[in-house]
């Protein structure tokens, strides 16, 4: 069992930036690999990025590469997405997750989930 809670989700404008955080508890952190997913109103929940455990490997979907930056600090059992010249198309809620599973960009690998923060970017 791992406990997640996400904050640092707002609302900005076009262009803006926004640092989510998600704070791990219950089993060891480190001996997880960490993914962030957004879900808009509507939509199916989407994979953002992912890091895995010892933060040797990193994941993007593409349409936030080059914009959004995963980072952990397993000492401090957090796990961060830096969120840069945020688009509109960014809105969604945003959750982290952690699984024990080899591939970190289907939502299905994760069993343990926060309970998601919002970020709204307006145009």
């Known amino acids: 069992q791992v406990q997640l809670v996400e904050s640092g989700g707002g609302l900005v404008q076009a262009g803006g930036s926004l640092r989510l955080s998600c704070a791990a508890s219950g089993r060891t952190f480190s001996n997880y690999h960490t993914g962030w997913f957004r879900q808009a109103p509507g939509k199916e929940r989407q994979f953002v990025a992912a890091i895995s455990r010892s933060s040797d490997s990193t994941y993007y979907q593409n349409a936030v590469k080059g914009r959004f930056t995963i980072s952990r600090d397993n000492a401090k059992n957090t796990v961060h997405l830096q969120m840069n010249s945020l688009k509109p198309e960014d809105t969604a809620v945003y959750y982290c997750?952690?699984?024990?599973?080899?591939?970190?960009?289907?939502?299905?690998?994760?069993?343990?989930w926060g309970q998601g923060t919002q970020v709204t970017v307006s145009s």
């Open positions: 997750a952690v699984t024990a599973g080899a591939v970190l960009t289907r939502g299905y690998e994760y069993r343990y």
